[in-house]
């Protein structure tokens, strides 16, 4: 997909939210999309699946803008110190697959 002259993808992960959440009662498993130009690695656009706004802005506002060539370390270990919400380990096991896609997808167009 090229958008404004850039080379953007879209990635996903997803992971098993926590039993006894409305998260989970309405979506049974957390879906994370981000769009990420390739060009630079960084993330222009993100969305997971939860129920309220609030968490989805927080979520979104946290990865847009990262850079995936900087790994997950950095991005796991902002959430770990940010996020107190129930779906946490769901959110960061989402990441972790991103990222190893984003790192398939790069070995691939080498």
Known sequence: MDKAGTDVILISGYAKLPANTTSEEVYKTLVLVV???????????AEC???TDVTKSFVAGMIIGYNLNDGPEKLIARFDKLYYGHAKRAIETSLK??????KEIMAERQ
């Open 35 to 45: 769009l990420v130009d390739m060009t630079r690695g960084e993330v222009v656009n």
């Open 49 to 51: 699946s939860v129920v």
């Open 97 to 102: 697959m991103v990222f190893a896609k984003f």
